[in-house]
């Protein structure tokens, strides 16, 4: 530690010394004590974004592999094609559905009753009465003309109101106005029955009910099976598959193919190479220097080549699963600077050949998806055991340490600024004091001895 002199010219000048730059140079000489806290804490705090980047950027490696390693994930879609699509749409393929051929048979498309009313000439006409509505063989329900639901208008409004199960409307054209119900059941099951006595007061005329529609089932077959359907969109006939019935063509066996989307496959290996390709390269930049030729903050740590083992390493562990034993087989290749490149033609090749084997290769229990994800959580930034996270509460500690190194040292240099202003405050005023005190000196010597000093010669 240096030393901090007092300058002040001649003692018996009176002009003393400054004593606000005095204490602060004393000050910085003793505070010089945080430096190395200081730049430890800085150091730490670039290390803990070097980590949490890469802790981002695991994550986002873990979440790409998940959509690979879920049960549920992309392994479990499919496409499907119909080789009619004016007769039968596939509308999608996913959880449960089988790659294979299926052939279906469109006898009859399910249709939803509905039923109107007689024309009315004015829509505004007064009505009175009531109507009964019965849905399929569920129960009647009764709507009572008032005088809030007297006109065609008001009355589908009660009607829609009462939620029983259709929907009421109105509907003009040039023979008049007309009440319609729909029923909110599809096929036989939602067979509409209107019974009651609608009378248009205006016109003391009686208002009958026609049907539109009949409720009617879809008839159809599936591989041979007949089955039927309330609704013209089928999910439960092939599992995993929804297809819309879109004609009757009983006379057509129509082939739906359901392959498995190798695409969505593919795309989702691409983005796992991707997300692992950017960890490598997180990990190989803090082994050198940035462009101003300083070290990386985590250079030199430990961690990097924890992380860089543990995820070469698991490239090539997992059991085997049929066909599949490795992920060269894939058409994953590992490049002389640790990150990997997809062949992906060898990817399709393969799914197409030995797709259940690609898929426990990545499922099965010690599969490599399975071993791999496990080391992800080992490597991550999440708690408790994450290494990341292990390494940043390690220097999280280690900062809170430094904090209040530095707070406490802080609290001792203000109280040293209290003193030391006082103290210098004091001795400058005395080194101010002398020449008035020497004057003293001199009056006393003069009158005691009659010599006055300041009209005498040299």
Known sequence: MSTVGLSFGSATSGTGFNVTSTVTSILANISSIETPW???????????????????????????????????????????SSSDTNVVDITSAGTGATAGSHTIVVSQLAQTASVYSDAVSNSSDTLSGNITIQVGSGTTQTVTVDSSSNTLASLASAIN???????????????GSRLELVSGTGGSAGTLTI???????????????????SGKDAEFSVDGISLTSGSNTITTAIPGVTFQLLSAAPSESVQVELVNDNSAVESAFSSFISAYNTVVGDLTTQEGNNSSGVAE???GNPIIGQLQTSLSQALSTGTSSGSISNIEQLGISVNNNGTLSLDSTTLDSV????????????????SFGMNFSTVLNNLSSSGPNGAVYLQMQQDSQQESALTTNISNENVLISQDQSSLTTELNTANEELQAIPTQL????????????????????
């Open 38 to 80: 200081s730049n430890e804490l800085t150091t730490l705090h670039s290390q803990d974004s070097a980590l949490s980047s890469i802790g981002t950027d695991l994550a986002t490696l873990s979440t790409s592999l998940q959509s690979l390693t879920d049960f549920e994930g992309v392994t479990t879609a499919m496409s499907g």
């Open 161 to 175: 109101s009462d939620n029983i199960g259709v929907t009421a409307s109105v509907i003009s054209d040039t023979s």
């Open 195 to 213: 019974g009651g006595t609608l009378t248009d007061s205006t016109t003391s005329t009686t208002l009958g009910f026609s049907t539109a529609q």
């Open 297 to 299: 903050p985590l250079y």
């Open 351 to 366: 799914l197409n050949s030995n797709y259940s084997d690609v898929v426990g290769f990545l499922q099965n229990s010690d």
């Open 439 to 458: 004057q003293e000196v001199n009056e006393i010597y003069s009158a005691v001895t009659g010599y006055n000093q300041s009209t005498s010669g040299g």
